[in-house]
C-alpha cells in the first residue's frame, strides 16, 4: 500500500520544513516518492504533499497528483468497481481525472461514494479551497489525524507516523471511517482553527443489499455534521 501525507499550517509563510515520518512512509511505497507545496498567500494557508507510491498495477504513477489547475490528489487503495478503470491505466490517476472535473461537492460525493474496494484519499480541491479526505466505509486503508495547538500545525494527516510518539503532546488518531471530510481552509485560515465538517455514509438495509445481485451499495447523506468529538481547535 501507498503511503501519503500532508500537513496544513494556517499561514502562508514557509519558515522551516514540514515535519513527517519520512522513513516510514518510504516504507509503505518504495518504488517513487515525491513532494509538492502548496501555498496560497492571498488567503494565508499552505499545505505540504508527500506521495510514496507501492507500484501494483497500470502505470507507474509518481503522487502527489497535480494539474494546471492547482488540484492535488494522494490515493491509496484500489478500485474493483464503481469507476471504470482500463487494464493498462492506473486507478489513482483516473480517479484524480474524475475527482478533478466535479463541479461542486455533491458531485465529489456522489463520485467518491461509487467506488469499490479499498482505499483513503486527500484532495485538495484549488479553487474552492477545500482540503477532502476520508476512507472506505470499512476502514480498510490506514489515514491517521493530528490537530495542532498552533496555526504552523493546524492540521496533520498521513498513512504512518513515528512509534512510539516522540512526545506525550502529539496526539495520532485514525481518521473515523464514518464518511468524508472537508475542511475550508480559506475560512479556516480567517479563525487560525481547524474545522472539518463530516459527510456521513449512509447504508440500505441488508435486505436491499441482497436484492442488487450482492453489491452492497454505500451512500453519502449531504448533511453537515461537526464531530466535536474528533476535533481539536488549533490556536
Known sequence: ???????????????????????????????????????DTCHKYSCFFSGHVLHLRGE??????????????????EVFGGVDIPGTANDAQIIFEHIASC??????LELISKLHGP???????KKK????????FFGRRSLLWRFGENPEEA??????TELPCKSDDVQWHE???????????????????????????????????LEKNGKPLFLMTLKSLCPKLYLKMAG
Request: with cysteine; glycine share 6%.
Open 1 to 39: 500500500m501507498c503511503g501519503i501525507c500532508c500537513c496544513v499550517r494556517l499561514t502562508a509563510d514557509v519558515i522551516r520544513p514540514y515535519s513527517e515520518n519520512v522513513l516510514n512512509l518510504r516504507r509503505r511505497g518504495p518504488d517513487s516518492s515525491s513532494r509538492l507545496l502548496a501555498t
Open 60 to 77: 507507474l504513477t509518481p503522487q502527489p497528483l497535480h494539474d494546471r489547475d492547482g488540484n492535488v490528489f494522494l490515493w491509496n487503495g
Open 103 to 108: 463541479d461542486n461537492e455533491h458531485e465529489i
Open 119 to 125: 482505499w483513503a484519499f486527500i484532495y485538495y480541491q
Open 129 to 136: 479551497h477545500n482540503l477532502w479526505f476520508g476512507r472506505d
Open 155 to 160: 492540521l496533520c494527516l498521513t498513512s504512518v
Open 175 to 209: 481518521v473515523p471511517a464514518s464518511g468524508i471530510f472537508k475542511c475550508n481552509l480559506s475560512s479556516c485560515a480567517e479563525i487560525k482553527s481547524i474545522k472539518v465538517t463530516l459527510y456521513s455514509w449512509m447504508s440500505n438495509t441488508k435486505e436491499e443489499q
